[in-house]
């Protein structure tokens, strides 16, 4: 491996920073719409042939993205096969029919749909970079629990790569979809050798993106008021165990999907 770690030129590094006048709103204005516009569909159109440029430019933007200890653990394989495609969506179909078989009750969408996605691109993270962060190695409890942070740490910086990718084929005109359903160690060891990737590396997910099959909708948000505090944790959203059980069994599909009858 070339190790392209460069000597930081602080003057350089300084020169491409670029931010507006602080309130200046042009930007935010724009960036909004392109987040408002970030909407999930779950069927494309096939036909649709994305440019290589467009999957340079969505990974420019998760190159930026932010990471602990800027470890950027993130690698991102776009699959253009076809057949390929079609094998990965056949592993997530066959997921779809097991958990209608366990009964786990939840809404899981039509997965056939990621075979129609022109923009097909695994996510993945190499989690020994959990060595970047304190932890002891001594396989003692304390370093358990430093190791956990540490892969929450990852994790999220992989999500916030991510974000931007999704951020960035929104503002290029796709729709997309974030599929993890791909995390549990079997569906990892299925994918892997499908596209080579080495033990070590964890797929995380997958993101889809494309023109969409039919009208894609805006999902509802919860109002600011129920999720923003002021200095201190305002109790008057808070759930208790009976209302989170409660809205996942009456409320959950209709906030996934267009409605209670139309999983997508
Ligand atoms: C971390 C994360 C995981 C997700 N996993 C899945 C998934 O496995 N399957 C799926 O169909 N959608 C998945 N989604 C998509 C969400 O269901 C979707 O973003 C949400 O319903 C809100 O809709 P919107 O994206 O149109 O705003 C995921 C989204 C995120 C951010």
């Known amino acids: 491996m070339t ?15 670029d931010l507006p006048e602080i309130g200046d709103r042009s930007r935010y204005d724009a960036l909004m719409q392109v987040i408002r516009n970030r909407v999930t569909v779950r069927k494309f159109n096939p036909d649709f042939k994305v440019p290589t440029e467009h999957f340079e430019m969505i990974i420019e933007a998760a190159r930026h993205g932010p990471s602990g200890a800027n470890s950027q653990p993130w690698q991102f394989i776009v ?22 078989k366990a009964k786990m009750k939840f809404p899981t ?32 409890a304390l370093d358990r629990s430093y190791h956990e942070n540490a892969e929450r740490i990852l994790l999220q910086s992989v999500a916030a790569a991510t974000m931007s990718a999704h951020l960035a084929a929104a503002a290029l005109g796709y729709n997309v979809w974030w599929v993890t359903a791909i995390g549990q160690e079997e569906a990892q060891d299925a994918i892997r050798p ?7 590396i964890s797929v995380l997910d997958i993101m889809l993106f494309g023109p969409p099959a039919a009208a894609p909708y805006k999902r509802w948000r919860r109002p600011p ?40």
């Open 79 to 100: 699959v253009r096969e076809p057949a390929m495609k079609q094998q990965i969506a056949e592993y997530f179909v066959a997921e779809q029919r097991f958990r209608a």
């Open 3 to 17: 190790d392209t770690t460069p000597a930081v030129d602080l003057k350089d590094a300084e020169a491409e920073v």
């Open 194 to 200: 499908l596209l080579g990737i080495p033990p070590e």
């Open 109 to 140: 969408p039509d997965y056939r749909g990621l075979a129609t996605a022109p923009g097909f691109v695994v996510v993945c993270s190499d989690m020994r970079w959990t060595n970047a962060f304190p932890v002891l190695n001594d396989d003692s």
């Open 225 to 264: 008021e129920e999720i923003l505090h002021w200095d201190h944790y305002n109790c008057e959203h808070f759930m208790s165990d009976a209302e989170l059980e409660d809205w996942i069994k009456t409320r959950r599909h209709r906030v996934m999907y267009k409605d209670a009858s139309k999983i997508d």
